[in-house]
């Protein structure tokens, strides 16, 4: 708004409050300081007249004023629906005070024993579930077969530990790809490569002790 | 605590059947319906309503003049007032408590039309609308009431706004203050204002051959 929020300038401050004096919304003590001022100010008597006249042309102007159409009443009193005294909102309080009671009552002392068994019952069958579930892997890892690649049959000495395995078959810069069969054979897929560099592998392989019991080449 | 509720809520039927065959308002009968209404009194909330229907559209015009969306933000109003008056206090007049809900309304709307990129901001429809008088308007068709009302349109919105809540709600200048958030001053100079820009305006509306006000004043 571009009209200054003060009235500095005003030379009759007290006239500020004159459009309540009119409509008697003052306290008694301003009331008092108005009537006071309005006895020995003809400007400010003035501009009480000018006020009532504009309020009073104001006020019939509004009261004049096209009312709302004539469904509107019931386009709201439509959206409270339900019979009188128990509408909508009523609805939601009395769900909301009916979830109240009964969580109330569902945790009043006499039912503590009942609900702490059931929570003790509910923990011990899920530990039972837990503990029956057995996890059967596959036997056979089946994977694809690497174009050029190179399979071995290799069966590795029951006495060979996982870490000694691991690094022969890191050697042979290769990958187990299926097993173990019944025989405890695994199937190693070697990277491609020359026979002769193949032929290294298997044989550094070999010379591994206590490592290997059999290398063979597996069908592709 | 149920027979407290119960006996609470048989109060606030009993206070809106007393206010139904009562003829004359007052803020403390108001102040009862509302609690009625808070416990969800249908019957009160009817009352009510006829009470604030019509007050309500027309501060609403105050912010958009088209009737449609004023009559939109009745029904919010409204609706919010049915949700809401459990949440209603009693430390201020429940005109203000209902102006308020609708000045937010109102305001809410004017934002989103805003952003929506409307050509016509609903705040400034008014001034639109009283661009001047037509040039089929002659003097003699035009009343008293006629040329307030293009006097009144021509005023700002803050000024349509603060002279219907001062001259025709009658609201105490530190329930509007609270109801604007605006310091108790400026709600003074406010109405000053607007009073000095509806005094020009009727003047610059008024025909020379109709009685103007003293501009002496």
């Given at each position: 708004m571009s009209d200054p929020e003060n009235l500095a300038e005003h030379p009759h401050p007290v006239a500020l409050l004159l459009p309540w004096y009119l409509s008697a919304q003052l306290s008694e003590s301003e009331r008092r300081e108005v009537d006071a001022h309005l006895g020995g100010c003809t400007a400010c008597r003035d501009e009480l007249a000018e006020l009532a006249e504009l309020r009073t042309r104001t006020r019939e102007m509004l009261a004049a004023a096209p009312p709302p159409s004539a469904h509107l009443r019931h386009r709201v009193l439509s959206q409270i629906r339900g019979p009188a005294g128990v509408a909508d909102g009523a609805r939601r309080r009395g769900l909301m005070e009916s979830l109240a009671s009964a969580t109330q009552w569902l945790l009043a002392p006499k039912w503590a024993p009942a609900l702490a068994l059931l929570l003790i019952a509910g923990q011990l069958g899920t530990l039972v579930w837990l503990g029956m579930r057995v996890d059967t892997p596959s036997p056979l890892i089946s994977r694809a077969v690497t174009r050029g690649a190179v399979r071995l049959r290799v069966v590795f000495s029951p006495t060979a530990t996982e870490r000694a395995v691991l690094s022969g078959i890191r050697a042979l810069d290769g990958r187990i790809?299926?097993?173990?069969?019944?025989?405890g054979a695994y199937v190693v897929e070697l990277a491609p490569a020359t026979p002769q560099v193949i032929a290294a592998k298997i044989r550094a392989l070999r010379e591994?002790?206590?490592?290997?019991d059999r290398i063979e080449l597996a069908a592709p | 605590l149920h027979i407290a509720r119960r006996r609470d809520r048989e109060q606030s039927h009993e206070n809106c059947a007393a206010l139904r065959v009562g003829t004359e308002q007052s803020s403390v009968d108001e102040q009862a319906l509302v609690s009625a209404v808070a416990a969800a009194d249908r019957a009160c909330f009817e009352r009510l309503y006829s009470l604030y229907e019509r007050r309500v559209f027309q501060y609403l015009r105050t912010f958009v003049r088209d009737a449609s969306t004023a009559e939109e933000l009745v029904v919010d109003t409204m609706l919010a007032v049915w949700n809401g008056?459990?949440?209603?206090?009693?430390?201020?007049r429940v005109s203000t408590w209902i102006f308020g809900i609708a000045r937010h309304k109102a305001l809410d709307a004017v934002r989103r039309h805003a952003r929506s990129g409307s050509h016509v901001p609903l705040e400034d429809a008014a001034e639109t609308q009283a661009s001047g008088p037509g040039p089929e308007d002659s003097a003699q068709q035009r009343s008293l009431a006629t040329m307030m009302e293009r006097a009144f349109v021509t005023l700002s919105a803050e000024h349509r706004e603060i002279l219907f809540l001062?001259?025709?709600?009658?609201?105490p200048y530190p329930e509007i203050a609270a109801m604007l958030s605006l310091p108790l001053n400026t709600v003074k100079t406010r109405v000053y204002y607007a009073k000095l820009k509806l005094k020009g305006q009727l003047e610059r509306h008024t025909p020379s051959e109709s009685p103007q006000m003293d501009p002496a004043r």
């Open positions: 790809v299926d097993g173990p069969a019944a025989d591994q002790p206590g490592l290997v | 008056a459990r949440r209603f206090t009693g430390t201020s001062a001259f025709y709600e009658d609201l």
